[in-house]
């Protein structure tokens, strides 16, 4: 059985920085493409960040702007997201996804993180 956890959610103010890491198991991680999305109360989840299975290539969405940067450790089975220069408006519950596709929709998806909260404050 797959499972994905997360951790390292929080608060923050604006301008501060967080760094969220996610632990697979029960996987081939190299087998997936990894990557993060959020949702935010009221809105669709949406796509973050992604790596591809070496971890050479990342994606990011535009409001990323530069300021998260997306890693993984196939030795580890884990994967990062570290993030930068925070708004309130990064403010989200964040879920790691694993996919057999880099194709970085909701629907292409096969396994998710239960999420983690990330608070930034004005």
């Known amino acids: 059985q797959v499972q994905l956890v997360e951790s390292g959610g929080g608060l923050v103010q604006a301008g501060g920085s967080l760094r969220l890491s996610c632990a697979a198991s029960g996987c081939t991680f190299l087998n997936y493409y990894m990557g993060w999305f959020r949702q935010a109360p009221g809105k669709e989840r949406e796509f973050v960040a992604g790596i591809n299975r070496s971890g050479t290539t990342p994606s990011y969405k535009d409001f990323v702007e530069g300021r998260f940067t997306i890693s993984r450790d196939n030795a580890q089975n884990t994967v990062y997201l570290q993030m930068n220069r925070l708004k309130p408006e990064d403010t989200a519950v964040y879920y790691c996804?694993?996919?057999?596709?880099?194709?970085?929709?909701?629907?292409?998806?096969?396994?998710w993180g239960q999420g983690t909260q990330v608070t930034v404050s004005s």
């Open positions: 996804a694993a996919t057999t596709t880099n194709i970085w929709r909701v629907g292409s998806i096969n396994y």
